[in-house]
């Protein structure tokens, strides 16, 4: 059975920081790219990041270059997303979710083959 499992939301104050943790079971890991959404309430889902199979390249949205960093540690079958400098905006429901190999066209949902259950992060100012 395929999962995706994300841990690590919270309740943050603005300015402080977040590591989120989305751990891959039921498929063949290096083979996959993962990518981060985050929908926050009234929101579309929003791609933020992604990094491509086998530690590949890694793609930030413009909304969290520069704060947020993507990493994967292939022996334990886990993509992290460090949030650093959060901020109110960044208030969402984050999602990890996969698709074959690439980050093709990373931002849209509908390229992706599997998803997590989300986890709640809430920056309060």
């Known amino acids: 059975e395929v999962q995706l499992v994300e841990s690590g939301g919270g309740l943050v104050q603005a300015g402080g920081s977040l590591r989120l943790s989305c751990a891959a079971s039921?498929?063949?890991?290096?083979?996959?790219?993962i990518g981060w959404f985050r929908q926050a309430p009234g929101k579309e889902r929003e791609g933020i990041s992604c990094?491509?199979?086998?530690?590949?390249?890694?793609y930030y949205a413009d909304s969290v270059k520069g704060r947020f960093t993507i990493s994967s540690d292939n022996a334990k079958n886990t993509v992290y997303l460090q949030m650093n400098s959060l901020k109110p905006e960044d208030t969402a429901v984050y999602y990890c979710?996969?698709?074959?190999?690439?980050?093709?066209?990373?931002?849209?949902?509908?390229?992706?083959?599997?998803w997590g259950q989300g986890t709640q992060v809430t920056v309060s100012s």
């Open positions: 979710a996969a698709q074959d190999y690439y980050c093709l066209h990373y931002e849209g949902a509908g390229w992706y083959d599997y």
């Open positions: 039921g498929f063949t890991f290096d083979d996959y790219a």
């Open positions: 990094i491509s199979s086998s530690d590949g390249p890694t």
